[in-house]
């Protein structure tokens, strides 16, 4: 799917989200940079660990988001690039690379899982490491339910959520209110697919790829268990 219709929408949900960008500076200071990020955004944790002199690499297919991640990674040492994480060739390797805040979960096939691994892999040092993380599966507990996702200004987000155990899918409905100076409101719609990883999914897919996964159950390393919020994997390239 393309973000560029839900530039507006995720520039208002999660500019101001910050729980992973510690984990992830951690990451750069203890492998050095240039870091590698997939499906990097609007730079949201690229400039976070720019602003901390690591050289960042940030790969995003839409342009949309390219766009405003450029406007806020101006003066900071990050080189954007056009591309899918599935497909992509930078000629040369990274210590670091990482796919924060559910990127994978566009990897909705088989043949898209395994082709942007094996691209990660390959844009490893050896020795490098792979770091993501993704929602626990075991939390989400989607009932079609329309909710207030929050309010910015003059702007109401709500949403609905449609849980697919069969497929492993998970699919948001986003309803957007804007309310105009003169009263007036402008409803727009979005929708987010996502599909979610079980975690021995996770751990048969790296170690199939030569990666030696370590999981957490949050960004302080803090043990996996059912009631985690999400799945934290930090991957060693082995092969």
């Known amino acids: 799917m393309s973000y560029d219709e839900l530039a507006d929408l995720y520039a208002l949900q999660y500019e ?31 400039a976070h660990l720019a602003r901390r002199g690591v050289e960042v690499w940030a790969l995003e297919p839409s342009a949309a988001m390219r766009r405003r991640g450029e406007v806020a990674t101006r003066g900071l040492p990050v080189r954007w690039i056009a591309g899918d994480m599935r497909d992509f060739e930078l000629g040369r390797r990274f210590p670091l690379v990482i796919a924060p805040f559910n990127a994978l979960m566009h ?22 490491v792979f770091a993501f993380d993704l929602y626990n599966p075991l939390q989400i507990h989607a009932d079609a339910a329309l909710r207030l996702e929050g309010r910015y200004g003059r702007t109401e987000v709500y949403y609905r959520q449609e849980h697919h155990p069969a497929t492993q899918r998970l699919t948001t409905h986003y309803v957007i209110d804007e309310t105009g100076p003169d009263g007036a409101l402008k409803r727009r719609h979005n929708r987010l697919d996502q599909r979610y990883f079980t975690r021995y999914e996770i751990e048969r897919w790296l170690a199939a790829a030569g990666l030696s996964g370590r999981l957490a159950g949050g960004f302080q390393g803090e043990p996996f268990t059912a009631t985690s919020p999400v799945m934290v994997w930090t991957a060693r390239r082995v092969s």
Do not use: S
Request: glycine share 16%; aromatic share 8%.
């Open 107 to 128: 990897l909705y096939t088989l043949a898209d899982q395994d082709a942007a691994l094996a691209r990660a892999v390959r844009h490893l040092d050896a020795g490098g």
């Open 16 to 46: 101001n989200y910050t729980g992973d960008l510690d984990f992830y500076a951690r990451l750069a200071g203890r492998h050095g940079g240039p870091v590698l990020e997939l499906g990097a955004g609007q730079g949201r944790v690229a």
